[in-house]
């Protein structure tokens, strides 16, 4: 099979002719994650992903095969890292590499990428500084001061003028705590009381508490899905607070857990960069292929990220006619546009970030089915990511959502 970028997707470039068959060339990506342990759900989704964006657009570009090369890191290991890059560009001719779940993994490849000069496209870690750390970096995830800032915004459009901020007690919470307080309070809001909640926690009642005497119109919250999310939602409910004080959370709904929060979280409304409900041709394509190579997969942001990571890595193959060269592959990566199935998105030709929109969603219940879903709101289009130096932050009056329908 073959890709062909569809005019919509690529500004620049016309469709090429088929390669002869004496000039194809086989193309190894390089796929880092966790295809192990307790993450090993970034890695499995992934490579689904892979899968069904190979099945929507073909396994080769203008006749060259694209091959995908996986490597097991369960968690953050920069020394173990480094040494798979090397392993997978070295001794197997890898010439992109993709993944990156842990910050600290992908910040560990910035000299090695400067110095191979190979592209790396992170499809999850979000620490803003990342994308500085190697001209070969590429992002098409998300970062958290991308998110919270419009979150802020929407929070002073609802009315509410006293927030509590409280967020998992590590950097990805840090960024997500200042991007929000500063925004919320830069347009006119207070932030009341700042809680930092351990990752270890599992009795959130404490905090939940403080949060409640601190007597705010809202709480604006960061938690990682899973566990943590669960217990905070459960205490949450069982403190009567629920339907006085609203929880405004983010990735906490993911697709993948809200069977296991049950009909507690109808209602909650988060702020994300995804919702499997979106609706546009792209994204039903994309999860009627899904379906159609495994009917049980739960389709989720862990997808949006793989299928548009792939979208570059595909059009930098396009630019360098499969030929290595990290220069020509990242010029070709600057400025290019397309449909995601998370809506259009870009990549800045300046600083190489990832622009995107982002959702305010509400869980709903599908009164046919019972299943839970993210039903989004509204939309900030063309999201920058707002941690990053020299970008000011929005205000009320210069970011306007599109209110859906």
């Not at 109808?266 to 009917?295: C, Q, W």
């Amino acid at each position: 099979m073959r890709f062909a970028f569809r005019a919509a997707a690529l500004a620049a470039a016309a469709t090429a002719a088929l390669a002869t068959p004496a000039s194809a060339k086989t193309i190894k990506v390089g796929l880092i994650a966790p295809f192990s342990g307790p993450a090993s759900i970034y890695g499995e989704d992934w490579a689904a992903a892979i899968q069904v964006f190979q099945k929507l657009y073909g396994d080769s570009v203008d006749g060259n095969k694209v091959e995908i090369i996986k490597r097991d890191i369960p968690g953050p290991d920069p020394l173990k890292v480094r040494a798979l890059a090397q392993e997978l560009v070295v001794k197997e001719g890898v010439q992109y590499l993709a993944g990156l779940v842990y910050s600290p993994n992908a910040l560990a490849l910035g000299a090695f990428a400067n110095q191979a000069k190979v592209p790396i496209v992170i499809f999850n870690a979000a620490t803003s500084s990342i994308i500085d750390k190697s001209q070969y970096f590429l992002r098409t995830s998300y970062t958290l001061p991308q998110i919270s800032a419009p979150e802020a915004i929407y929070a002073l459009n609802k009315g509410y003028k006293k927030m509590v901020s409280m967020v998992s007690d590590y950097a990805p919470g840090w960024d997500a705590e200042k991007t929000f307080v500063d925004t919320f309070e830069k347009n006119g809001g207070k932030v009341v009381a700042k809680i930092r909640v351990p990752l270890s926690t599992t009795d959130f009642v404490p905090y939940l508490q403080r949060a409640k005497a601190a007597d705010p119109d809202a709480i604006f919250g960061f938690m990682p899905g899973g566990g943590p999310t669960f217990e905070l939602l459960t205490a949450y409910n069982n403190s009567g607070m629920r339907g006085k004080i609203p929880y405004l959370g983010q990735g906490e709904t993911n697709e993948v857990y809200l069977p296991k929060y049950g009909d507690g979280v109808v209602g909650l409304t988060t702020v994300f960069f995804y919702s499997a409900a979106h609706r546009s041709a792209e994204n039903d394509a994309f999860k009627k292929a899904l379906h159609e190579i495994d009917p049980k997969a739960v389709d989720n942001n862990y997808f949006a990220c793989a299928m548009d990571g792939m979208h570059v890595i595909y059009a930098m193959i396009h630019a360098t006619h499969g030929e290595k060269d990290g220069d020509k592959a990242i010029a070709a990566a600057k400025g290019l546009k397309w449909e995601s199935i998370r809506g259009a998105v870009s990549i800045d030709p300046k600083t190489r970030d990832f622009i995107q929109p982002v959702e305010v969603r509400e869980v709903e219940k599908d009164p046919k089915t019972g299943a839970l879903y993210n039903k989004e709101i509204e939309v900030f289009p063309a999201q920058p990511d707002y941690g990053r130096p020299g970008t000011p932050l929005p205000t009320v009056a210069s970011l306007k959502p599109v209110i859906l329908k």
